[in-house]
Structure formats: structure tokens, C-alpha cells
């Protein structure tokens, strides 16, 4: 049965039961992560950055996959790209707002910078109205330096972590904390996958506008498990987890799923003047805030989620209007 047919009460409850999927999928996600970075002796921030961002930006990866090989590019384009202002703009500030901290610098310097340089080379060689090839090979040569990184702080964080207590790793806790990882995956998921598609259906019987969809309910949608996997580790206060994931998340969305969208749609991918115009200079802009401040202080501090959510708002409303 077509999502189409079904009728709007159902709707509702695929809603509902998308979020609860969601809500405890991303509980266990973070403890069983955080039991990994513990018993593995690597920084959180690592763990953060590479698994669990890998994990949460899989419903944006298909979303842009299927819709490239759909030749929907523009969707594949504008989900990528309004992920990371979401993920920025929306689940960054609503972290720092939350739980503004202390950010050491040698923790976030590399990943930082390859950000930076993804979301730049990303506007630089998206100049012409396509991203070329040569952009696509850069881009992704920034990811692969990334899990280089990420490989270097593993192996220093075990280093420096070799002294210190762990807990326990017997058989039954190791296949424990495996399963709650890989339902927890599952969950946030499966979970994201059934609200973007409920959300998006009943947008639609409400006569709400395509680009209001597009803009709020797939990026944002597409977002859900960083959002939750987020406030789940507020909540346990895990900053660099959370940090860690969204950063580790951006990263992949700008050097890895948009170049593999124009492999899988076989020539240069397509960027709209609009994009061009307001969705690129607003992700750089939100990157920004949050990553230049923080590396010359070395802390999280709440101002910049208020201008983060502040700078995300107008963004939404310039392109809602």
C-alpha cells in the first residue's frame, strides 16, 4: 500500500511511532558508544566523529542517493546541504545552549579546518553552476584525511588513556553494549526514515508548499538522529560526543554524500542559482560561528547558540519567503 493511500489517522500514528523509534534508539546509541570510547580508551570526541556520525547521517546519504539516482539532484543537493545548516544552525545551538563547556583545542583543530575547507571548497568550485569533478576529487581527499585523523587521535587517545581504569569487558557486556549499538542504529534509522515520509505526506495533504517541505521537513527530517542523538547525550552529559557527532556528521554530508550523488548521477551535479545564493553562504555561515570562535577560546560558550539558532531562523525565513 502506497504511503499516498493511507489514510490520515494512520498517518499520525507512523508518525508517533517514527519518533518513539528515534527517542529510544538514540538512548541506547549513546551508551553503548560512549561504553565503546571507554573500554577502547578512545576520546569521545573520536568516537563521535567517526561511528556514531557515520551511523546518523545515513538517512541523509539515502535520502541524496535515491534521489540522485532518481535524477531528483536537486533534492540530493539541497538535503546535504540544509542537513549541515540543520545540524549547525539547529542541533550545534541547541548543545551550546544547553551545555556551553570547555573545548580543547587539540580536540577539534584538524577535524575544524577540514570542515571549513570541505564547506569552501564546496562554494569555490560550485561557482560555475555545477560541482566539477576536480571539486568532487578534493572533497573527497578531505574526507579521507579526516579518517586519517580520526585513526591518529584513536591511536593517541589509547595512549593516553593506557593508565587509566576501564570497565569491565566480559563476553555477555561486550554482546550487550554490540546490541544496544547496532538496534540503537537501527532505531534512529528506521525511525527518521518513517517521520520524514508521514511528515512529508501530511505536509502535503495540508497543502503545504513544496519548498517549505524540502527545506524544513527533509533536511530536518534527514537530521533527527543527530538531533536526538544529541540531546540524549546532553542529557548524560556527553559534550564531546555531541560536539564530536555533529561535526563528524557535517563532515561526511559535504566531502562524502555529494560527491558520491555526482558519481551515481554520472556527470557534474547541477547547483540552482538559489542555492548558490542563500544555502550555501548560510552554511558557511553557521560553520563558522560555530567552529572559529570555539578554537581561539577553547570553549562552547551560549552566545553562539543563540546566534546560531538566530542566523538558522532568518535562514529558514528567507527561504520560506
Known amino acids: 500500500m502506497s504511503i499516498s493511500t493511507v ?3 494512520i498517518l499520525i500514528l507512523i508518525f508517533l ?48 542517493c535515491f534521489a540522485a539516482a532518481s535524477g531528483s539532484v536537486d ?44 564547506v569552501g571548497t564546496l562554494m569555490i568550485f560550485s561557482r560555475s553552476g555545477s560541482l566539477s ?28 588513556a593506557a593508565e587509566e581504569a576501564r570497565p569491565a569487558a566480559e563476553g555477555k557486556t561486550i554482546a550487550r553494549n554490540v546490541l544496544l549499538f547496532v538496534l540503537g542504529a537501527a532505531g534512529i534509522v528506521a525511525g527518521a526514515q518513517l517521520l520524514v515520509n508521514s511528515s512529508k505526506e501530511i505536509a502535503t495533504r495540508l497543502n503545504v508548499p513544496e519548498l517549505v517541505i524540502a527545506v524544513t521537513i527533509v533536511a530536518v527530517g534527514t537530521s533527527l538522529p543527530e538531533l536526538v542523538t544529541t540531546i540524549t547525550a546532553i542529557l548524560k552529559k556527553q559534550a564531546s560526543l555531541s560536539a564530536g557527532n555533529v561535526i563528524g556528521a557535517n563532515l561526511i554530508d559535504t566531502a562524502l554524500i555529494l560527491p558520491i550523488c555526482g558519481l551515481i548521477s554520472g556527470k557534474a551535479l547541477p547547483i540552482s542559482a538559489k542555492s548558490l545564493a542563500l544555502d550555501f553562504p548560510a552554511c558557511l555561515a553557521v560553520t563558522l560561528i560555530a567552529l572559529v570562535p570555539t578554537l581561539i577560546t577553547q570553549k562552547f560558550q551560549k552566545w553562539q547558540g543563540f546566534l546560531l539558532l538566530a542566523v538558522y531562523i532568518g535562514y529558514l525565513a528567507l527561504v520560506i519567503l
Open 7 to 9: 489514510p490520515f489517522f
Open 75 to 118: 533534492m540530493a543537493i539541497g538535503n546535504a546541504i540544509g542537513s549541515v545548516t540543520a545540524n549547525t544552525g539547529l542541533i550545534l545551538a541547541i548543545a551550546l545552549i544547553c551545555m556551553p563547556g570547555i573545548a580543547k583545542r587539540g580536540d577539534y583543530l584538524a577535524k575544524s579546518l577540514l570542515l571549513i575547507c570541505a
Open 17 to 64: 511511532i517514527g519518533l518513539l523509534l528515534i527517542v529510544k534508539g538514540g538512548d541506547a546509541f549513546v551508551d553503548a558508544a560512549s561504553w565503546i570510547a571507554e573500554v577502547s580508551g578512545i576520546p569521545q570526541f573520536v568516537i563521535g566523529a567517526t561511528i556514531v556520525s557515520v551511523a546518523t547521517t545515513l538517512p541523509e546519504m539515502l535520502v541524496s
Open 133 to 160: 569533478p576536480v571539486g568532487s576529487v578534493i572533497l573527497i581527499a578531505l574526507f579521507v584525511a579526516f579518517l586519517i585523523e580520526n585513526v591518529h587521535s584513536a591511536r593517541k587517545g589509547r595512549a593516553n
